[in-house]
């Protein structure tokens, strides 16, 4: 992507039209100095909000009612005299002014057919793209090319869309679909939403093929590669304090970079999400928040969101200062880098959805992110042998597709991990050789996991909430062993709180390995995603220790909530050291305050034999040995964010 910025902002102006003197506070001047003072080189402005209204003298829409002038104009020339990038915002799944003008053009949930729509109740509502507000939504983004020619379109509230309105209904039957039949509402979805891209893309194109077009729906969907290919830069929204969680971004960057070089973070500037006025987190969150996306790889985009009176908040982006002040300081080492990874995970959300899927994925992302090891998540259209180690998250049943890559993976000396059903084919056998014999699900539940490797807590019975699964040894060595309680908790069968002790009388083999593969015979990363036990992540860190025989391309003493990470820029590489303390507030908002510095990190990487080893950005000099295509430093501190750059 050319003209790539590291420091965006998003800024939202969703703004009813009952409030008074729109944008009748916005000055150029101020505005151009409060983004200098943010550090701020790109920044979102509207065409139109999710309320529906322009923010424009528009033909085709309707202006803000309190607005008197071009505001869009009048920002986009205030950021093309300070070369500040400014991408033209259009919410097009939410349009609430035609919302209640058009009931025929909302979208119908197909639980909701024949039921009136709820205005009943603070919020926005869905737009269909299958009505007569396509047409609509075309001509605004149309005005907008002819009369602004922006570098960017932004459009929001997107998606395959489950839509049962009248015309769905009426075309879904044309066509032979029945919209009683999911499979077929959801079939009918994708063809909508296709149509939509298309009509998007030309309407954009046509007047300026160089204008990006990004389509938001929140989310990167893992292997619909036929949705991002939409889209040149991907935005990944994750707002840790908003529900998020911290560990969130990283497992969404894992697989973007697969798929794009240029990619953002989209963090905000809030307390906890979008649409809050006053609220702010504290400098260290953001600071912490904008390295992680260098770190992972990416640029940065900061969420806010602009008063009525068209004034941004000086406060706001003192805040947001303080982190790209920083930013811009560690620029020359990461435009064009490009992450290296160990390991990949098979993404669980390729086959299963972002639901159940994502439970799998959270699980590997967790443990793989807790001990700093490089990985990327991927999808069946990736190369496999980019990568040392290959991860299929419990639910990979094998297909001819799947058997074929990793065949012709494994023969070339590749790794590979394999959890609960993953490996076997629709007949439950294993499609590859694991050395043991597979015989099916454990009836009980929980069940106890006893390692025949030293832990934490030594070689006892550990409690596994996940579903087991039961095999017999061929030729493996089996590293783990189980045992079942006594009985499952029922009314009749119980004992104590939650469930019964376990029962010594049998021990059964639980995981194993055979040369470059291993198999563990329990759902174990949704299981350390739903419970998080200690003794999980042990398990799982000594199979791919085993696996991997010390190859890692690197190792750091940097504790579990620390990340590490190693990019590739021309002929050096950087290392990036992140740590933070991370606790809830409130009922469930996850915050980062004060700073906890590190002392004396290790780090040893293998690459060869550097000229120097620098603390960047302050261009200062370490000392390092070198041996056995190896080099080794102590990092002397860690203040929320080190880069190290290995020339």
């Known amino acids: 992507m050319k003209d790539f910025r590291l420091r965006q902002v998003h800024l939202d102006f969703h703004t009813s039209p009952l409030i008074p003197d729109v944008g009748a506070r916005f000055d150029k001047k101020e505005w151009q100095e409060t983004l200098k003072m943010g550090h701020v080189d790109s920044i979102t402005v509207f065409s139109k909000c999710h309320h529906g209204y322009s923010y424009h003298p528009t033909k085709v829409n309707t202006m803000n009612p309190t607005l008197k002038f071009d505001l869009l104009k009048a920002q986009l020339e205030a950021c093309e005299e300070i070369g500040v990038r400014a991408p033209v915002y259009i919410s097009a799944g939410f349009d609430e002014k035609d919302a209640v003008e058009h009931h025929d053009w909302l979208r119908v949930e197909p639980s909701n057919i024949g039921k009136a729509p709820d205005f009943e109740h603070a919020g926005y509502h869905m737009m269909c793209f299958n009505t007569a507000y396509l047409d609509k939504l075309i001509a605004e983004i149309e005005e907008v090319m002819v009369n602004y020619n922006p570098c960017e379109i932004f459009l929001d509230i997107v998606g395959e869309p489950m839509c049962c309105c009248e015309k769905c209904r009426a075309d879904m039957t044309a066509a032979g679909l029945d919209y009683n039949n999911l499979k077929d509402v959801e079939a009918f979805g994708r063809k909508v939403y296709r149509n939509y891209l298309d009509r998007v893309e030309e ?159 959270a699980g590997a992302n967790r443990i793989l992110l807790e001990t700093n090891r490089l990985y990327d998540f991927i999808d069946l259209d990736e190369d496999f042998t980019k990568y040392k180690m290959l991860i299929l998250p419990d639910i990979w049943v094998f297909d001819e597709k799947i058997k074929s890559k990793i065949d012709d993976y494994l023969s070339q000396g590749g790794k590979l991990l394999l959890s609960g059903k993953s490996g076997l084919d629709k007949n439950n056998e294993f499609c590859i050789d694991t050395g043991v014999k597979f015989i099916g699900e454990n009836e009980f539940r929980p069940t106890y996991f006893i390692p025949e490797f030293d832990t934490v807590n030594g070689k006892t019975e550990y409690l596994m909430r996940a579903v087991n699964y039961r095999f017999d040894n061929i030729d493996a060595e089996i590293v783990a062993n189980g045992q079942n309680p006594y009985f499952n908790r029922t009314a009749e069968h119980f004992c104590s709180h939650q469930h019964a002790p376990n029962d010594r009388r049998l021990t059964y083999p639980t995981a194993a390995i055979k040369g470059n593969v291993a198999y563990i015979g329990w759902d174990i990363f949704r299981g350390y995603a739903e419970s998080g036990d200690f003794h999980i992540k042990e398990l799982v860190a000594y199979v791919i220790e085993r696996l991997m025989n010390g190859n890692f391309t690197i190792e750091s003493s940097i504790p579990d909530r620390g990340i590490v990470t190693l990019l590739q820029q021309n002929d050096r590489k950087i290392v990036h050291l992140l740590y933070s303390h991370t606790t809830v507030r409130g009922k469930n908002t996850e915050v980062i305050e004060d700073i906890v510095p590190l002392y004396n990190v290790d780090v040893s990487v293998k690459c060869n034999k550097p000229k120097r080893v620098i603390l960047v950005p302050q261009n200062e000099e370490i000392s390092f040995n070198y041996s056995d295509g190896r080099v080794s430093f102590t990092v002397p501190k860690v203040e929320i964010h080190q880069m190290i750059s290995i020339e």
């Not at 990944?236 to 529900?243: A, N």
């Not at 906890?272 to 390295?291: D, I, S, V």
């Not at 669980?348 to 639901?355: N, V």
């Open 203 to 361: 309407a954009v194109h046509k007047h300026n093929p160089e204008t990006i077009i990004f389509q938001n729906s929140g989310h990167v969907s893992k292997g619909r590669r036929d949705l991002i290919d939409t889209i040149d830069c991907l935005e990944l929204e994750s707002l840790p304090t908003g529900g998020w969680g911290y560990d969130h971004f990283p497992m969404s960057a894992a697989y973007a970079r697969t798929q794009r070089d240029c990619f953002l973070g989209m963090t905000g500037k809030f307390h906890q999400t979008w649409g809050e006025f006053g609220g702010f987190k504290h400098p260290n969150a953001l600071r912490y928040e904008a390295a992680l996306s260098l770190a992972e790889g990416g640029g940065c985009s900061i969420g806010d969101q602009m008063h009525p009176e068209g004034l941004l908040n000086k406060s706001t982006y003192a805040l947001i200062g303080k982190a790209y002040a920083e930013v811009e300081a560690k620029e020359p080492w990461c435009k064009g880098a490009k992450y290296i990874a160990d390991i990949a995970v098979l993404a669980a959300e390729c086959i299963k959805g972002r639901g159940e899927g994502g439970w799998h994925d």
